[in-house]
């Protein structure tokens, strides 16, 4: 059976949200270690699917790009969200580092995803943000890194080669903030893989874009089994009245 569908922004965060939860790795480590969930706009839809609750989505955004390279004008009021057994934790960022280890989960978000599947993490701090703060040690600790990202970020360049040719100070002009960009590996969950998490049905990506309540959407075909693609469709038609978070950025 096939279906096709339509999902704007928050409708693409709400499904990838849904697919990380039902991560086996995201399981084991809300039941037995510790999940760490990164500031972003997507990650703030994780953030509100593992606690069950909403959360300051506006306040949990970070670098954002509207018309130009962007910071959130309130990073730093509001915390990442660090769960420890499922629950959530109070913790200042160096406490974090002194106990995540092998078989927690980082879940850090992205601003491009290429065809190799290397996300491309946009720099704006010339200590590498929170890439700088906790990548290096999730790598050295055998910490799983999982990369929710819409398929409306795909490019068709490789990030590695990005990363050799840009940097803040190689940029002299530019529309906001100049970035380096660093080329981040791990698990990548898109709606594509959400929806097979969920359903083990199979999607294409068809189309991005449109105008209206369409721009930055992404469009799928789903095929499987017509009861499972019947439940996928009615899933993400319920996220229809998702609403996406309104910022205001400092550059």
Known sequence: ????????????????????????????????????????????????????KGIDREGFAAGFIDDRWNVNSRVGEVAEV???????????????????AAEDVLIKGGNALDPWGVVGVLLASASGGTVGRYVPTALARGVEIVIPISLSKATHESITDLAACMGIGRTKHKMGL?????????????????????????????????????????????RGDAAAVGQAFSFIESLGEAADVSLRGRA
Request: aromatic share 2%; glycine share 10%.
């Open 178 to 222: 100049a970035c380096g960009i660093y080329p981040l590996h791990g698990h990548v969950v898109t709606e594509l893989e959400a929806l097979s998490i969920l359903y083990d049905i199979e999607a294409s990506h068809v189309a991005s874009g449109g105008l209206g309540c369409g721009a930055g959407s992404v469009s799928l075909l789903l």
């Open 82 to 100: 660090y769960l420890v057994h499922g629950s959530q934790v109070e913790a200042s960022p160096e406490e974090i580092l002194n106990t995540l």
């Open 1 to 52: 059976m096939n279906a096709t569908v339509v999902l704007t922004p928050p409708m693409s965060k709400r499904l990838i949200a849904a697919g990380v939860a039902q991560l086996p790795s995201v399981r084991h480590a809300l039941s037995n270690g510790r999940v760490l969930v990164t500031l972003g706009t997507t990650n703030a839809a994780v953030a509100e699917t593992l606690l069950g």
